[in-house]
């Protein structure tokens, strides 16, 4: 009788050590989870750092690019004083410089994405031509 009960001691014994051993592990997968949550939210703040200080820096840079368009549009419209079709054509074209400094200062770069992004849409075969235009310029600029 006493192996019988010796062999239901060691089941017993057996059987709490696997419940001890999954204890364990499930605490094991619930630190992990929590650590995996907690460095999700580290990432996920720190994208939003990023994006924040480059959003910060695009808007800056767009004042700049306002400012200079603005003292562009100026000094074309000094330089294209008098009469004739010269002098008018200059006029148009500081209009025009001068309306862009006002959209870029008037505007976020949320906005301006947002534009951009209805223009392509609306117009995709001018978007692509402009595109290959805009980085015509820029490589033979580069070089």
């Excluded at 840079?61 to 054509?89: F, H, N, Y």
């Amino acid at each position: 009788m006493s192996a019988t009960g010796s062999t239901g001691s060691t089941a017993s014994q057996g059987s709490d050590k696997a419940s001890q051993v999954a204890d364990q592990a499930q605490q094991a997968v619930g630190q992990v989870q929590d650590k995996a949550s907690e460095v999700k939210d580290q990432a996920t703040e720190k994208v939003g750092q990023v994006r924040e200080q480059a959003t910060a820096q695009t808007d800056q840079g767009l004042d700049k690019a306002s400012q200079g368009l603005s003292t562009a549009a100026d000094k074309l419209r000094e330089q294209a004083e008098g009469d004739g079709p010269v002098p008018a054509q200059a006029s148009m074209v500081a209009d025009r410089l001068e309306q862009a400094s006002n959209y870029f200062k008037d505007k976020d770069t949320n906005q301006i994405v947002s534009d951009l992004e209805a223009f392509v849409r609306s117009k995709p075969v001018e978007s692509v031509i402009g595109a290959v235009a805009i980085g015509f310029v820029l490589a033979k600029i580069v070089r």
